[in-house]
T-cell receptor
Framework: AQRVTQPEKLLSVFKGAPVELKCNYSYSGSPELFWYVQYSRQRLQLLLRHISRESIKGFTADLNKGETSFHLKKPFAQEEDSAMYYCAKVQGNTGKLIFGQGTTLQVKP | NAGVTQTPKFRVLKTGQSMTLLCAQDMNHEYMYWYRQDPGMGLRLIHYSVGEGTTAKGEVPDGYNVSRLKKQNFLLGLESAAPSQTSVYFC???????????????FGPGTRLTVT
């Protein structure tokens, strides 16, 4: 079965520190990957998709096919980045997403 | 555009009661999905639909039924609620037309369901 793994349940950093949220996926040809963010008690919002290779809110993510990883990075964390982050992978051609377990990012002042 | 909306926002049920959650989208999306979100489990797909009149099972379909009679609506039903169905339920939709961004999913605000 295809899997997305986010090994950290909680990542706590101080404001201004670099952040890296890890995501590994099981191999399956050409993966289509996303990062979603969920602020407290709100809906999930798309943060990044690997095909667009853009930077949103200072976050970037690089697909590493050799390591089957899609880690999310930001050089300087802000308090407003505190949220739950989900990595997700498309499964098949029905657009179904497989989500990782999520990582809570806590940015302390 | 309202995007994806869900009703109700909150509900408390007693074990054995039934209810229907409604999801509506005004983006003319083909594909729609129902997920449940539980602590430490991420989001798990309950059922999905790739077009009006079609439905299919996801990862955790037991105890739920769905219907997609109209393209813009996707209903999730609980026939006999159980405490294990206490969760936050999210609906999502995507274009599904084969274009580059067709698999990006747009989410509703969620429904918090408690079964006592």
């Amino acid at each position: 079965a295809q899997r997305v793994t986010q090994p950290e349940k909680l990542l706590s950093v101080f404001k201004g520190a670099p952040v890296e949220l890890k995501c590994n996926y099981s191999y399956s040809g050409s993966p289509e990957l996303f990062w979603y963010v969920q602020y407290s008690r709100q809906r999930l919002q798309l943060l990044l998709r690997h095909i667009s290779r853009e930077s949103i809110k200072g976050f970037t993510a690089d697909l590493n096919k050799g390591e089957t990883s899609f880690h999310l990075k930001k050089p300087f964390a802000q308090e407003e980045d505190s949220a739950m982050y989900y990595c997700a992978k498309v499964q098949g051609n029905t657009g179904k997403l497989i989500f990782g377990q999520g990582t809570t990012l806590q940015v302390k002042p | 555009n309202a995007g994806v909306t869900q009703t109700p926002k909150f509900r408390v049920l007693k074990t054995g009661q039934s209810m229907t959650l409604l999801c509506a989208q005004d983006m003319n999306h083909e594909y729609m999905y129902w997920y449940r979100q539980d602590p430490g489990m991420g989001l798990r797909l309950i059922h999905y639909s790739v077009g009006e009149g079609t439905t299919a099972k996801g990862e955790v379909p037991d105890g739920y039924n769905v219907s997609r009679l109209k393209k813009q609506n996707f209903l999730l039903g609980l026939e006999s609620a159980a405490p294990s169905q206490t969760s936050v339920y999210f609906c999502a939709s995507s274009l599904g037309d084969g274009r580059e961004d067709s698999y990006e999913q747009y989410f509703g605000p969620g429904t918090r369901l408690t079964v006592t």
